[in-house]
């Protein structure tokens, strides 16, 4: 099993989970994180380090967010690996209960 990195993480970015990660498995794209499945390693540190609730066991992904699991795959191929804490972007603060923002990924 792997972790996911879904939709409320994007325009968000936190990096906290970055910081607890043994095995470097998120990687970074232009406004969200990823978890590359091929390396997490189902530690589950990064899941309440994170401040919008955005990772989520792939078990317990809600209904909504499924896509995501495939998303993280795919783009983790793709963005490069992130090993350190980060300041958020600006208006992450903005961002962090809004709904439907899957239309803001930037790949």
């Not at 990687?27 to 091929?38: A, K, Q, R, S, T």
């Not at 540190?45 to 809600?62: G, K, N, R, S």
Request: aromatic content about 8%; charged content about 30%; some cysteine.
């Amino acid at each position: 099993m792997t972790y996911v990195v879904t939709e409320n993480c994007i325009k968000c970015k936190y990096t906290d989970c970055v910081e607890v990660c043994p095995v470097d498995c998120f990687h970074e794209g232009p406004n969200m994180l990823v978890i590359d499945p091929d390396e997490c390693i189902d530690c589950t540190l990064c899941v309440p380090e994170c401040p919008v609730d955005a990772i989520y066991a792939e078990d317990d992904l809600p209904e909504d967010q499924t896509e995501f699991l495939q998303l993280n795959a795919e783009l983790a191929k793709s963005w490069p690996v992130i090993t350190e804490m980060k300041p958020a972007p600006p208006d992450a603060a903005e961002w962090e209960k809004k709904q439907g923002k899957r239309q803001y990924l930037e790949r």
